[in-house]
């Protein structure tokens, strides 16, 4: 009888000993698996090529061509739980350009008043503003493992701080080609908000601005509005 009772104490404690030992370490499995999970992207850097336009804009005033632009933000991005969504706020700049059609601004007069004139002086002319920029975002990922795969959308604003602002034209053509560059901020908004929206895949999205904030100060000019729409390149 109490060899019995030995031999079954002895089968006891071999088999917790065994279930301790595979408690404690994982198999090849389970490393193998934990070490492939994908970290997801945080969509840090945005780079924005877009088109500039007005709109709101009289008669009185010509554009043409496509105005360029261009911004460059980093965001940081604060996941919301384990869901699809997060938040996203950053820094950074945004330069906008509009050309004139034959017309030029008064930026070299004193006066309180931004005036359109028609003029043939210049072969091309063109109205440009830098802002500093802090990007706001409420992001959805369709494949919140990797960002950089799959469908993506956000909703935002920007709050913007106007830099400079600055007239340019060319004049002359070939060789006797010059530019006559004339800086002045006293016209232009000191502040910006626009709302934002971007949709897209992977690493491309299309992007699209509409300011609530007019161009101009008030009585300093036309209550112009500037919308850019263009591409949105995404990553790290």
């Not at 933000?73 to 869901?83: A, N, R």
């Not at 530019?179 to 626009?194: G, I, L, S, T």
């Not at 992977?202 to 000019?221: E, I, R």
């Amino acid at each position: 009888m109490r060899n019995r009772f030995a031999l079954v104490a002895l089968l006891m404690s071999i088999g917790v000993a065994a279930k301790a030992q595979n408690t404690s370490t994982p198999n090849n499995n389970t490393i193998d698996k934990r070490s492939t999970v994908e970290k997801p992207s945080r969509d840090f850097v945005m780079i924005k090529l877009t088109t500039s336009a007005w709109v709101n804009k009289p008669d009185s005033i010509k554009t043409k061509g496509i105005g360029r632009g261009f911004a460059m933000s980093i965001m940081y991005d604060f996941p919301i739980k384990k869901s699809n969504f997060s938040f996203a706020a950053g820094l950074g700049f945004n330069s906008q350009n509009v050309f004139l059609d034959g017309q030029v601004m008064n930026f070299k007069d004193t006066g309180s008043q931004v005036l359109f004139a028609n003029s043939s002086t210049y072969k091309r002319y063109k109205f440009t503003t830098t802002r500093l920029e802090m990007p706001l975002e409420l992001r959805f990922f369709g494949n919140n493992k990797n960002r950089n795969r799959g469908f993506k959308a956000a909703i935002g604003a920007t709050v913007g701080l106007s830099l400079s602002s600055h007239t340019k034209g060319i004049i002359g053509s070939g060789g006797t080609k010059f530019n006559e560059k004339v800086v002045a901020k006293r016209f232009v908004q000191q502040w910006d908000f626009a709302p934002t929206f971007r949709i897209g895949y992977g690493n491309f999205s299309l992007f699209a601005s509409y300011s609530l904030t007019p161009v101009f100060k008030d009585a300093a000019g036309p209550q112009v509005v500037p919308v850019s729409v263009g591409i949105c390149l995404i990553g790290l």
